[in-house]
């Protein structure tokens, strides 16, 4: 199209044209690529580490089916401490989903859920909307009890290509230090 424009009309008009069409493209990834967001992390809090030590040993439990990973793996845990939190948990899921439907290589896990929150089912629609996945299915979410999901959102999240685990928890023995 440049080509065309110097052609027809000289580099006074092709130049316009390049800079305008480096705009639009700017400004459409600005608008559609999701942000990470800084989630209410605050180490110091006991609730937030309870919150983290559950994940994690519930993760830790329920070890994914490795035969079926190809490539690297990258775990990523994502603690609901209240029902607050969950903007900021649609915006990050959304981010981490996002970033995990880009990479081939790496087969990601993200780990979900908390020890207070029930019905996960909206904030994991929202974050889902738009993502499209390749032919290879390298994302595995795992929600971890008490937090549920109804059988229609199981079914509409693998139809966009998430594979779904659901892992019982067990409340972590309290530690004497951190």
Not at 8 to 30: D, E, M, N
């Amino acid at each position: 199209m440049i080509d065309f424009i110097v052609q027809r009309k000289g580099w006074r008009w092709a130049i316009p044209v390049i800079v305008c069409t480096i705009g639009i493209c700017i400004g459409i990834w600005l608008v559609v690529v999701p942000r990470d967001v800084a989630y209410p992390e605050n180490l110091l809090s006991p609730e937030y580490r309870r919150n983290m030590n559950y994940l994690s040993q519930a993760g830790m439990r329920a070890p994914p089916d490795f035969s079926k990973i190809r490539g690297g793996l990258l775990f990523s845990h994502i603690p609901i401490v209240s029902e607050e939190d969950f903007p900021k948990f649609t915006t990050k899921l959304r981010y981490e989903l996002h970033n995990a439907a880009r990479d081939d290589l790496l087969f990601y896990i993200i780990v979900v859920g908390g020890m207070d929150v029930g019905d996960i089912d909206q904030p994991l629609l929202r974050a889902t909307r738009g993502l499209v996945i390749t032919a290879r299915r390298n994302i595995e979410l795992v929600i971890v009890a008490p937090a549920t999901i109804s059988d229609q959102t199981r079914r509409t999240l693998e139809e966009r290509g998430l594979r779904i685990r659901t892992v019982a928890g067990q409340l972590p023995k309290p530690s004497k230090g951190f």
